[in-house]
């Protein structure tokens, strides 16, 4: 019977791991693309107003294109995360590698965790139809985190196995920014609802989702903006490493 390392490797064989996450960020990227126009044909749509999960229940397609779309995402992203961790591992005898191991197995399990709150946000995505719409935000809520957690340790971990350059440390500062921007963004409903906010939707109509929804825009009213540019950045994240573990697979 074969074991798990040697299936992988017979995987990433057929179709090396930095592709996936080359094709994952670009897919992604498409995905928002193609979705806030279809919606933008029959009503006013901006990454400054309107928040992601708009799209979830959007007009013309933007919908299913948008909700389909963040499955098929985290299904590309998977095999890319995996092969990350495995491409970072340090091998027994090399500097610092218990503790660069502990971090590539905690950047491993953020990620996973960060694939399933994407998975919630489609599943869960609709507010206007779908009465367990909590469970959107409590999935977004995971991705944005674990996704914040993920990028930093792997940051580290690539900083500490010297397979760095300038160009990752940009990229990655630029995420990690993004995504503190969405926490800072949100202090306001923090403060006023603390973690309850994720389940304010909780036993409402879709009416009353509605005019909830507005009111929390309101009252972060960045919370839109910064949450595109975070999504956008993590996109362009794994595109730009998935290019950069490409050619250092051809330098090892």
Not at 79 to 104: Q, S, V
Not at 112 to 127: D, E, P, R
Not at 144 to 172: P, R
Not at 192 to 215: A, D, K, P
Request: overall charge positive; aromatic content about 14%; glycine content about 8%.
């Amino acid at each position: 019977m074969e074991s798990i390392r040697e299936i992988l490797n017979k995987f990433y064989r057929r179709i090396p791991g930095s592709y996936w996450g080359i094709i994952g960020g670009i897919f992604g990227l498409a995905i928002f693309l193609i979705a806030t126009n279809l919606y933008g044909m029959s009503a006013p749509y901006s990454i400054f107003s309107n928040p992601v999960s708009m799209l979830g229940w959007g007009p013309n397609g933007a919908e299913p294109v948008f909700r389909v779309g963040m499955i098929v995402l985290g299904c590309l992203l998977a095999p890319y995360i995996i092969f990350l961790m495995r491409f970072l591992w340090a091998k027994t005898g090399e500097d610092k590698a218990k503790i660069r191991n502990a971090i590539n197995i905690l950047a491993l399990l953020s990620s996973l965790a960060a694939v399933v709150g994407l998975f919630m946000v489609s599943i869960f995505g609709n507010l206007i139809l779908d009465d367990l719409f909590y469970l959107h935000l409590v999935g977004a809520f995971i991705y944005f985190l674990f996704a914040l957690i993920f990028i930093f340790l792997y940051g580290i971990s690539m900083h500490l196995g010297k397979k760095w350059n300038e160009i990752q440390v940009i990229g990655t500062l630029i995420s990690i920014t993004c995504g503190i921007s969405v926490i800072v963004s949100i202090i306001p409903l923090i403060s006023q609802y603390g973690i309850g906010v994720l389940f304010l939707f909780m036993n409402t109509t879709s009416n009353q989702r509605i005019i909830l929804l507005q009111q929390l825009l309101n009252a972060a009213p960045l919370f839109a903006f910064t949450e595109w540019l975070a999504v956008l950045s993590t996109c362009a994240w794994f595109v730009l490493m998935g290019n950069c573990t490409l050619k250092l697979e051809y330098m090892d």
